[in-house]
């Protein structure tokens, strides 16, 4: 298996290039094996991961997040067990950290001595961390679709529809405690799109982490978008998502003017 990660790299890669790639093969063999496992049978995926991996989204990731849409057979710490024997199988042996306290459970999935075998790292005892995270509580309103990746291997996977993956971002950028520049990469993608997100899920969502009705809806979408655009700090952003970026000229898209421009242009 270090063989097949090797071969997706290339000579013009840096360092950390290679490090993304290996991270991204790491996440579509953890997404064949809970296909296999028929993990999707219970749950969705989501997040900006699933942007890239369906929809060609130019980031990576570090996360791989769903959400609960059936708790009937829900079973996560046989997750746990099934991605660490189906890695072993692979030849890639996985230490795993397990919580599943609260609504979101959480695997810490880490991978001990491979970017040292791959020749990232001079240091044998270095990992590679992925967080695989299932919301257990997700907020109503979504909407599911599937759509088979041909990403290395063919998956199909079951996630989110786009019009509710907006509204999980628009969440998670304008509701987060601290300023994530993936979220707003992510939304600017969005803002491309020209999409109107799933109102229904985003207003159910905001109810239950603010305990507030936002009223959100076609009418008033863009005063709400251009509100809370001036509460993000651009300059924070750019520091947190450079590293995971293909085309780095990108990062003069964290603009406040160029946003706010585009918001006016995208929903008259």
Same mark, same amino acid.
């Given at each position: ?24 093969? =790491?996440?579509? $063999?953890?997404?064949?094996? #809970?296909?296999? &496992?028929?993990?999707? @049978?219970?749950?969705?995926?989501? *997040? ?71 020749? =990232?790292?001079? $240091?044998?005892?270095?990992? #590679?961390?992925? &967080?695989?995270?299932? @919301?257990?509580?997700?907020?109503? *309103? ?127």
């Amino acid at each position: 298996m270090i063989d097949v990660i090797k071969q997706q790299f290339n000579n013009g890669m840096s360092v950390n290039q290679k490090l993304n790639v290996t991270r991204e093969f =790491l996440q579509i $063999l953890s997404l064949k094996i #809970l296909n296999e &496992k028929k993990v999707f @049978d219970h749950i969705a995926f989501g *997040g900006g991961t699933s942007l890239r991996f369906l929809y060609g989204l130019k980031r990576f990731s570090e996360d791989l997040d769903f959400s609960l849409i059936k708790t009937r057979g829900y079973d996560f710490q046989k997750i746990d067990e099934q991605l660490k024997k189906s890695f072993h199988l692979h030849g890639l042996p996985l230490e795993t950290k397990m919580k599943a306290e609260g609504n979101v459970h959480n695997l810490m999935m880490k991978f001990t001595g491979l970017i040292n075998d791959l020749g =990232l790292s001079g $240091l044998p005892g270095q990992k #590679l961390s992925i &967080k695989l995270e299932i @919301d257990t509580n997700p907020p109503a *309103g979504w909407q599911l679709t599937n759509t088979i990746i041909n990403k290395i291997y063919m998956v199909n996977i079951v996630h989110y529809d786009l019009p509710s993956l907006y509204a999980g971002k628009l969440h998670a950028c304008f509701y987060r405690k601290f300023t994530k520049g993936r979220d707003i990469y992510d939304f600017v993608w969005y803002l491309g799109k020209k999409l109107k997100p799933n109102f229904l899920l985003l207003n159910n969502a905001i109810q239950q982490t603010q305990g507030q009705d936002a009223g959100i809806n076609e009418g008033n979408f863009k005063s709400f978008l251009l509100e809370y655009i001036k509460r993000l700090d651009f300059q924070q952003a750019k520091k947190d998502v450079e590293r995971f970026l293909e085309d780095k000229s990108e990062l003069s898209l964290f603009n406040k003017d160029v946003i706010r421009n585009t918001i006016e242009g995208v929903y008259p």
